[in-house]
C-alpha cells in the first residue's frame, strides 16, 4: 500500500474511486469478456474489457463525464479525432450545458456524425496543416468555455482509470490473478489512469502501452526517458491514436507505472478486428484493437498466464469495417 | 401467482430456477445492453438483452448444458442448424462425453467449424431432401447417445428461459416496467422459456414471438390455434429460425403465454443488424435480429413504452456481415 503515498505522481487511486463515485449509474459497468477460441490461440488466458459497450461507444465517456462533473463548466469546448468528442458531447448533454468540438476533417464519418447526433456544434480543421489545441483554445475563449483536454488532466485520467478499476475488481470477483494487461495508448490517458488502479488494485500486473507501430511515441518515450514526438505524416488507420506525443501528465504516470511499450502493424491489428469480430461478436475499431493485436501477435508471453486487455471503442465505419472483414486471409 | 400451478404447462417458474443454479458460474449473465441512438429511432426505450455474447455466440449453450446436466448421458447426438449444435458440443466437451452433431450442409461456414472446434463429430445432411430428426435419431441409436433436441423439451426450453428471468431481474433492479418483450421463434424453445419466466416475475409484459415472414408459422399457430408448417422451401437468411414447425410442448406453452406474433422481411432484418453494428457495436446474426428489426420497423406501439428486447446470437460469416454492411442504404 505503498503506492498510496507517491505524492510525485498527479493522480492516485483515491482520484479514481471518487471518478467511480460520479460515474456510478450513468457509466456502463461494462463487461469483461472470454473466448475459449482467443484462449486456444494464445495458449493462456485473456480477459477483454468490452468498452465498445461503453455509452458512445467508447471508454472516453467516462474521463469526460468525471471532469464535467467535477469541474462544473457553464459550457465546454474540446478537441479529439471522434471518440473524446462523443464523450465530452453525450456528458455535456446529460449536464444540460452547451459543447462546442474540434475534429479532423477526415475524421470516421461514423464520429462525426454520432458527435452531431448528440448536440454538439463541430468545427473542422485539417489534420497536417492546422494546430487543433490552438483552434480548441480559440474556441473556449470566444465562446466562455472550458476546454476539455482529451487526455493531459488529472479528472480525465482519472475518469478513464475506472476501466482498471473495474477489470481489477472483476478479476477479484473470478479469483483470478493478471499476470499482465495490455492498454492502447494515444495521448496516454486511458493507460496511465488503467496503470495507477492496477498499480494498488493487483501490484504484481505488468502493465504494457500498445501502439501503432507508426505512432510509437510512448514507447520511444519510455525506452529514452523523455518525452518522444511522432513524425507528422503518421500513416495509421488506427485514427483514434494518434497524438503526436505523450501528455506531460500522462507521461509522468506512465513513467511510473508501465513496464514497457509495445507496437503492432495495422495487418495485426485488421487481424484482431476479424478475430473479435468472429469469436467475441464485437464490433472494435482499430485503435480499439491494438491492445489485442499485440497479444495474438506475440508481443508478450502469453502462454500460461492470464492476461488483461483492454477493447477501447468500437466507433468505425461500416465500408471500413465492411473491407476488413473481406479481406479475412483465414 | 396463480402461475406457479399451471398444471397444464409441460414447464413452470421452478425448472428455470433449477436451470439457472446449473449453469451459474458456467453461463455468461449477459448484459441488458441499451443506446440513446436506438431509444431515439422508435421514441421509446429499448432494452437489448446481448446472447452473442454467451459463450458459443448464442442463447443455445444454456439449454443444452442444463439438458446434459440434469439428464447425465454418457454420449450425445443433436440436430442442428449450427447454434443448437456449438450449444451442445461444448456442454458435452465440459461435461467430458462424446458428441456428434447433425448439421445442414449449407450452415454457415463459422457454425459448421465453431461446432468442429468444440470436438464435435459433425455430419451434414441435405436440408432440403433428407429428415434432420431421422438421422439424428438412426446416429443416436447407432452410438448408444442420447439425443438433445434442438427446442422441443422441458429442460431445453427451461434452460433457454434463464434468458428471461435474467431480463426480469436486470428490469427489477434497474427499476424498468417492462410494456413488451419481443422474441425470436425458431422451434419456439426459447421464447416459451423467456415468456414462463416473464408471466410470473413481469406478469403485465405482452410476449411476443417474431419470425422471418417465409417461416412464420408461430404466427400462424397463434392466430389458428393449431400447429401449422411452413412451406418446405422457404427462403430467408435467417438461418437459426427455420423449424418447420412450432414444437409440441413449445406450442401448449407459448399458446397460453403469448400476445402474438409478428413477422419481418429479410431487408428490415439487415437493416436491424446495421443498426446493432453501428449503435450497439454488436454483431448480430439474421436469425437473432428479427426482433430487433420487428420493434424498429413498428411492429408494435413503441412511443413512449419499454420493450425488452432479445438479441439472440452472432454466430454469422465474414462474407455476408461484410455485404450487409455494405449494402447500407442511410
Redesign the interface.
Known sequence: MAFRHRADLPIGPDDIRAAAARLHGVA?V??L?ES??LNGLIGGRLLLKAE??Q?T?SFKFRGAFNAISALRPTAVVAYSSGNHAQGVA?AARLKGISCAIVMPADAPR?KLEGTR??GAEVVTYDRAREDRAAIGAELAERLSATLIPPYDHPLIMAGQGTVGLELAEEAARRDVRLDAALVCCGGGGLIAGCATALAELTPGTAVYAVEPEASDDTARSLASGRRETNASDVKSFCDALLAPSPGELTFTVNRALLAGGLAVSDREVADAM?LA??H?????EPGGAVALAAALAGRIETKDRTIAVVLSG??VD??L???I??A?RS
Open positions: 456502463v461494462t463487461p469478456l475459449e477460441a465498445p459497450l455509452r461507444g453525450l461514423t447526433a448528440l476479424r469480430f468472429r467475441l461478436k464485437l464490433v472494435v468500437g466507433n461500416a465500408g469495417f465492411a473491407e472483414l473481406a479475412d
